[in-house]
Nanobody, 114 residues
């Protein structure tokens, strides 16, 4: 059973930056696709960014050019660098690991105020 633990969320002013981290347990991190999802109040959960085991990335149009997903396989850790944050980025952010099935972290709150 893979465990994912997110950290790095918080309260930030619009235009600011945050870096989210997701620490994964187990030995399948390096061969798994990873992703960040978010869910704002009253809205459906949506994909923010994803990265394959080979390092290919894709992003939601709303975050392209502002967010960067990366992974450190030696540390079993996934990152999401978020720059130029906007109030509409406010949500709970979840880390996911996909290897035949998808595992989810518990989420970390990001709140952006103007």
């Amino acid at each position: 059973q893979v465990q994912l633990v997110e950290s790095g969320g918080g309260l930030v002013q619009a235009g600011g930056s945050l870096r989210l981290s997701c620490a994964a347990s187990g030995s399948i991190f390096s061969i798994s696709a990873m992703g960040w999802y978010r869910q704002a109040p009253g809205k459906q959960r949506e994909l923010v960014a994803a990265i394959t085991s080979g390092g290919s990335t894709n992003y939601a149009d709303s975050v392209k050019g502002r967010f960067t997903i990366s992974r450190d396989n030696a540390k079993n850790t996934l990152y999401l660098q978020m720059n130029n944050l906007k109030p509409e980025d406010t949500a709970v952010y979840y880390c996911t690991l996909s290897r035949f099935t998808r595992s989810w972290g518990q989420g970390t709150q990001v709140t952006v105020f103007s």
